[in-house]
């Protein structure tokens, strides 16, 4: 009998979305994106990072970019018609999203939240996102995650970092 699922796996096992899940080691409790991908031995163009911010009307949303990029607050903010957003503080990641930092899935959060991904998914077939827990990657088609997540593509990363 294997480990238990994430709520991200298990919804898209009752989603019938076909899926592989990758399992990393990460001694300190947190490995950022690029480690993950060095350590799964992928491409870190199709490794995406799930980060989550707060606009000024207190709403939350979720913006899902390339772990080699830096979120453009400025462009994300525009997006969703705030003023300004900001990253939510590491503390608050689990009262709000049910996953842990570090392993926070775009899928099967506590709600679903306003999500965008990085525009340069399209140019891909697959990609992996956290499969809801740390040491935990989930690889699944770019649309069933933009299906899944009711997410809109965007362009979400300083130009600086678009060379993927």
Same mark, same amino acid.
């Given at each position: 009998?294997? *480990?238990? +699922?994430? /709520? &991200? @796996?298990?919804? @898209?096992? &009752? !989603? /019938? %979305? +076909? ?8 001694? *300190?409790?947190? @490995? ?12 870190? &163009? ?9 606009? /000024? ?25 705030? +003023? !300004?957003?900001?990253? %939510?503080?590491?503390?608050? %990641? ?15 959060? !506590? ?15 697959? %990609?992996?996102?956290?499969?809801? +827990?740390?040491?935990?990657?989930? *690889? ?5 995650? @933009? ?14 970092? !678009?060379?993927?």
């Amino acid at each position: 009998m294997g *480990e238990p +699922k994430t /709520n &991200a @796996l298990r919804l @898209l096992d &009752a !989603k /019938n %979305i +076909k899926y592989k899940a990758h399992t990393y080691s990460a001694p *300190e409790g947190f @490995l950022d994106g690029m480690s993950v991908a060095i350590q799964l031995d992928m491409d870190p &163009a199709f490794v995406y990072k799930t980060l989550v911010t707060q606009g /000024n009307s207190g709403e939350y949303y979720v913006c899902v970019i390339p772990v080699s990029c830096e979120l453009d607050l400025k462009k994300a903010a525009k997006h969703f018609g705030e +003023k !300004k957003l900001e990253m %939510i503080p590491a503390k608050e %990641i689990t009262k709000i999203t049910g996953y842990k930092k570090g392993g926070c899935s775009p899928i099967g959060m !506590k709600k679903l939240y306003q999500t965008v991904v990085d525009q340069t998914v399209l140019k891909k077939d697959v %990609i992996a996102v956290s499969g809801g +827990k740390v040491g935990l990657q989930v *690889e699944l088609p770019v649309e069933a995650l @933009l299906e899944i997540t009711k997410a809109h593509t965007v362009d979400l990363v300083f130009q600086g970092t !678009k060379g993927i």
